[in-house]
């Protein structure tokens, strides 16, 4: 209970004075991690929806080639492609994210292409794990199948000699 308070002053001590202003009077981190996750959620949609206006609203001009233009926008559809990937494409996603160099649609293609592909072999050697045995316990072909007899008074009874 003790670590959830200074975590909670630590974060609140840490902002700026007109973030300490509007968090100082949360109870828990909980509460916290809810206030700052609807904050910035609400504030993520908002530049998603500002995004989108700026692509609806996109206008070429003279000053600039239409190749340039055509370019920018091609920048634009890809950030929106990516952001549409599937759930399973996370980690794809996060690396074209964090690419500093844009790409082209056709490059952004041959990518997408590679990375389907090896989705897809890793999905059927998956698939394959338990035909190609990789799970599967052998037994050791030098220990025999019988058990051997240990030796007690009562397996092997002292042979009587007659004179």
Known sequence: MAAKYVLLSDYIE???DDLYNVY???KTSKELWDALEKKYKTEDARMKKFIVAKFLDYKM???KTVVTQVQELQVTQLAAIIEKLPPLWKEFKNYL???RKEMTVEDFMVRLRIEEDNKATEKRSRGNSAISGENI???DPTKSK???KASSPKSN????KFN
Request: hydrophobic content about 20%.
């Open 14 to 16: 840490s902002t700026e």
């Open 24 to 26: 100082s009077n949360v």
């Open 61 to 63: 001009i003279d000053s």
């Open 97 to 99: 994210k964090h690419k």
């Open 137 to 139: 316990v052998a037994k």
């Open 146 to 148: 019988r058990r051997k």
């Open 157 to 160: 009874p002292p042979k009587k």
